[in-house]
């Protein structure tokens, strides 16, 4: 049988999402926890991976299993073998042709930046700091230039393995609520620290470094030596996936509460 497990956790300990050698990763330790449970060996697949310090509030993964247990005993039996940086958030049978990562419609990603002259103490490492002025507004103007089916090429990392750069860009949103500048994207796809390099260039355009219609050139010239530098992971926040209706998978709001 197939199963799909909601997970959040803080990246800030872990070396990513996807396992590596001799590294703290959430999928080792996640996958530990279901072999435990299920009393085999467990390996997961992910809806999104995410890079080392980039954090998730509603990540998806699904794994296959011949072990018969209760969606409660997967989520309060798999939490207790967990860490207190990862959690899973619930569980549900699906059908064995659905696949986290290939089923999704739409990624939804957070970057959130405090912004004042000093820098904070209590979410240091799942915030990035500004200390100049911001403005936010500035910001919201220059990301509407990446609404729509582009090629980010500009906004990819170096070593982005994806094929092809094209991604179409739903629906991105600046906005400042109190000290926090919030970055909302969702998408059908992302390539590699295209979030991160996003808002990096954002931040040029909030800063007053460079003007909204800038990050319009920056996108037409599909260099990624042109953009702003890539923001911190600290800041990103995988925030939700959308599937088709019917497949069984919890809607997650993206909710201001928890940041």
Not at 53 to 66: C, K, L, P, W
Not at 73 to 87: F, I, K, Q
Request: glycine share 8%; net charge positive; with cysteine.
């Amino acid at each position: 049988m197939r199963i799909a497990l909601g997970l959040e956790y803080d990246g800030s300990r872990f070396s990513g999402f996807e396992r590596q050698p001799d590294r703290r990763t959430v999928q080792g330790e996640v996958e530990e926890a279901l072999t435990r449970i299920a009393a085999t060996p467990v390996r997961v697949v992910c809806a999104g991976r995410t890079d080392a310090g980039v954090h998730a509030s509603a990540q998806v993964v699904h794994f296959d299993t011949s072990a018969v247990r209760s969606n409660h005993a997967w989520v309060r039996g798999t939490n207790t073998y967990l860490s207190a940086d990862v959690a899973v958030l619930w569980a549900r049978s699906v059908d064995e042709d659905f696949h986290a990562r290939f089923a999704a419609l739409r990624r939804r990603y957070r970057y959130i930046i405090v912004n004042r002259s000093t820098r904070p103490a209590l979410l240091a490492g799942r915030v990035t700091w500004e200390y100049r002025p911001v403005d936010a507004r500035l910001m919201h103007l220059g990301a509407q230039h990446l609404v729509g089916e582009h090629d980010f090429s500009s906004f990819r990392a170096a070593g982005c393995q994806a094929r092809n750069p094209v991604r179409r860009i739903e629906r991105i949103e600046v906005r400042r609520i109190g000290e926090k500048i919030v970055i909302d994207v969702e998408a059908n796809a992302f390539l590699q620290h295209m979030v991160r390099n996003i808002a990096g260039t954002l931040l040029a355009v909030g800063s007053g470094e460079r003007d909204p219609a800038w990050v319009a050139s920056v996108l037409a010239a599909r260099d990624r030596t042109v953009a702003g530098v890539t923001a911190p992971p600290g800041g990103l926040y995988l925030a939700g996936i959308e599937y088709p209706q019917g497949v069984g998978i919890p809607a997650v709001p993206l909710s201001d509460a928890l940041w």
